[in-house]
């Protein structure tokens, strides 16, 4: 088991930054693909970004690439999602996942989730 809780989450104005953290704990962190995914009112829930065991690879949505960037750090078994130049279309509830695997941007694909944090960006 992994327990996952995502943080960080609030109110922004366009163009701003915001950054979350998620922070994991039960099994070894390192040996899971993390992912972030966001779900917005209405719709379903959609990939962000993710990164490997150890940090050397990412990959990321094509609505996020150039504006967010996700990291970890193993030793404090945390991923974090750095958001900047946040539009009005990032509102969302932001999901952290843990996966035993390789890549993958299905939601049904990853074993673990946190329960969420609400970003919520204004015009």
């Known amino acids: 088991q992994v327990q996952l809780v995502e943080s960080g989450g609030g109110l922004v104005q366009a163009g701003g930054s915001l950054r979350l953290s998620c922070a994991a704990s039960?099994?070894?962190?390192?040996?899971?693909?993390m992912g972030w995914f966001r779900q917005a009112p209405g719709k379903e829930r959609a990939f962000v970004a993710a990164?490997?065991?150890?940090?050397?690879?990412?990959y990321y949505g094509d609505s996020v690439k150039g504006r967010f960037t996700i990291s970890r750090d193993n030793a404090k078994n945390t991923v974090s999602l750095q958001m900047n130049n946040l539009k009005p279309e990032d509102t969302a509830v932001y999901y952290c996942?843990?996966?035993?695997?390789?890549?993958?941007?299905?939601?049904?694909?990853?074993?673990?989730w946190g329960q969420g944090t609400q970003v919520t960006v204004s015009s």
């Open positions: 039960g099994r070894t962190f390192s040996g899971y693909l």
């Open positions: 990164i490997n065991w150890n940090g050397g690879s990412t």
């Open positions: 996942a843990a996966r035993q695997g390789a890549w993958g941007v299905r939601t049904t694909l990853y074993d673990y």
